[in-house]
Nanobody, 125 residues
């Protein structure tokens, strides 16, 4: 079992930055890939970013490429999402998720095994 707890969300003006954190506990952190997803009101949950168990491989949605950076600190059992140049359309609840295994992380939410409770990010124009 893996427990995930997100933090760092909040209200920010367009063009600003936020850093989300996701603290993991339970199974050894290096055993799984990590992803960030988001869900805006009335919309389906969508892929944002993911990285491999080692952190060597990263993947981004086209909508956030060049603005967001995903990283992990296996010693701290934490994954981060640095979000820069935020736009109002980035407003959503952001979720971190864990995918057990050492393969390439998935872009599909149904392939993730554990989820956090989410943290709200609101970007004002």
């Amino acid at each position: 079992q893996v427990q995930l707890v997100e933090s760092g969300g909040g209200l920010v003006q367009a063009g600003g930055s936020l850093r989300l954190s996701c603290a993991a506990s339970g199974r050894p952190f290096s055993n799984y890939a990590m992803g960030w997803f988001r869900q805006a009101p009335g919309k389906e949950r969508e892929f944002v970013a993911a990285l491999s168990w080692s952190g060597a491989s990263t993947y981004y949605a086209d909508s956030v490429k060049g603005r967001f950076t995903i990283s992990r600190d296996n010693a701290k059992n934490t994954v981060y999402l640095q979000m820069n140049s935020l736009k109002p359309e980035d407003t959503a609840v952001y979720y971190c998720a864990a995918e057990i295994g050492h393969g390439s992380p998935s872009h599909y939410s149904y392939e993730y095994d554990y989820w956090g409770q989410g943290t709200q990010v609101t970007v004002s124009s």
